[in-house]
């Protein structure tokens, strides 16, 4: 989710004769833009959510369009496709349409606070769709940048009378003089997602463990150009492992941005 991108300031000149016979003109610029599009589209090997595979760990199909305002508010939606579950409660497709606001707090340091909901078109609409709440903030230092994050689903039907904390860093490196950058993620989830109780689930386990658990990516980016990149990730998840849905995985992304 982006900020807004300043306009690209317009010059203009007279032609040399005219200028040997009139006073020059001032250049005008145009005002920034109040609103810009972007978005991008990814294919990826296996769509891990927070190291749980929601995809039955074969590829999925993403993308993403957000509406970005000069004032740092925005709104966008995200999409998926998902491995249609037993109980059709979810589908094969998620749709997540969210809107926040992001801006600078402090010297260097990046907030981004908004509220997201997930929806399933194809599931049994409503038994599945969650409110999420959700906060950030980032920094950089050099060739690295840092975020801390959280994100909290009240109690609600959909999961099940319970609710949901999840809270997470990220890191990433460049490597100097190279389109190459270390990714690093780390995070913890306590509630009714927890993914030990999710994968005790999966196999049917009558006393489900119900504590929270870790989940962590160590991986590698390259930007091919401005606008396309390519990245591998290890995902890993605390809990049983349940053959392409808990197991760790490695994880191959394609993007292309706009």
């Known amino acids: 989710m982006l900020t807004s991108i300043r306009g690209v300031l317009a010059a203009t000149a007279l032609s040399g004769a005219l200028l040997a016979a009139t006073p020059a003109l001032a250049d005008e610029a145009d005002p920034p833009k109040e609103f810009t599009v972007t978005g991008n589209v990814a ?19 993403q993308g993403a369009i957000n509406l970005n305002h000069s004032s740092g ?40 606070v908004g509220l997201l909901y997930y929806v399933y078109p194809s599931g049994s609409v409503g038994d599945g769709n969650v409110f999420e709440p959700y906060a950030s903030l980032s920094t950089t230092f050099g060739p690295a940048t840092a975020k ?41 989830t306590s509630g009714a997602l927890s993914p030990k109780l999710l994968s005790d689930l999966a196999v049917g386990d009558p006393t489900p463990d119900t504590d929270g658990g870790f989940d962590y990516s160590v991986g590698v980016t390259a930007n091919v150009t401005k606008n396309l990149s390519l990245g591998v990730s290890y995902v890993g998840v605390e809990g049983r492992s349940v053959n392409s849905y808990s197991n760790d995985a490695v994880v191959g992304t394609v993007k292309l941005s706009f």
């Open 43 to 61: 294919f990826v090997t296996d769509y891990r959510f927070r190291g749980i595979s929601l995809s039955g760990g074969d590829m999925a199909v």
């Open 148 to 188: 801390v994050g959280m994100a909290y689903a009240w109690k609600q039907d959909s999961l099940g009378g319970d609710d949901n904390l999840y809270v997470y860093t990220d890191l990433g490196v460049g490597i100097p003089n190279t389109p190459v950058t270390l990714n690093g993620h780390l995070g913890y």
């Open 73 to 112: 508010f925005y709104v966008g939606a995200w999409g998926s496709n998902l491995e249609q579950d037993a109980f059709d409660i979810y589908g094969n497709m998620e749709l997540d349409v969210y809107g926040g606001w992001t801006g600078e707090v402090a010297s260097g340091v990046t907030a981004d």
